[in-house]
C-alpha cells in the first residue's frame, strides 16, 4: 500500500510539468551561437581549430568544415530544446566521428570525445 501511495505521489508530481506550455523559442531573436574548439594530439604536436556558428530561422542548423589534408566537419541543429551536434575528424593519425544531443543551456561547456583521439569542446554563450 505504501509503495502504491508514492507511486501515484509521483506521478502526480509529474503532471505539471508533462501539461505545461512550452517556453519561448531557444534561439532567440539573434539566434544561438555557439563555439566549437576541436583539439588534436600527436605524437609531434597538439592543433586546436576554433569554430562559430550561428543557428537560427526556420530550419535551424549550421555546418562548419575544413578540407585538406585533415578535414574536419561539424553540423549543428537545434531540435525542440537539444542541440544535436554529428562531428567527424580525418587526419594523418587516424579516423573519428561522433553524434550528441545536449540540452540547450546558456553558459554550458560540454566536452566530447576520445581520450586518447580528437576532443571537442562546445560553449553555449
Known amino acids: ?11 502526480v508530481s509529474l503532471a505539471p510539468a508533462a501539461f505545461a506550455e512550452p517556453g519561448p523559442p531557444v534561439t532567440g531573436a539573434g539566434g ?5 574548439a576541436l583539439r588534436e594530439s600527436t605524437a609531434a604536436q597538439t592543433t586546436t ?4 556558428v550561428v543557428l537560427a530561422g526556420s530550419n535551424p542548423c549550421a555546418t562548419a568544415k575544413v578540407k585538406g589534408a585533415d ?31 545536449m540540452p540547450i543551456v546558456h553558459g554550458s561547456t ?3 570525445g576520445a581520450s586518447d583521439g580528437p576532443h571537442l569542446t562546445v560553449t553555449i554563450p
Not at 544561438?32 to 566549437?36: A, C, G, S, W
Open 71 to 101: 578535414r574536419v566537419e561539424i553540423q549543428a541543429c537545434v531540435n525542440d530544446r537539444n542541440l544535436d551536434l554529428t562531428w567527424s575528424s580525418h587526419s594523418a593519425s587516424g579516423e573519428y566521428e561522433s553524434r550528441s544531443s
Open 32 to 36: 544561438l551561437k555557439v563555439h566549437f
Open 1 to 11: 500500500m505504501k509503495l502504491l501511495a508514492t507511486s501515484i505521489a509521483f506521478f
Open 110 to 112: 560540454f566536452e566530447l
Open 49 to 52: 581549430r576554433a569554430f562559430d
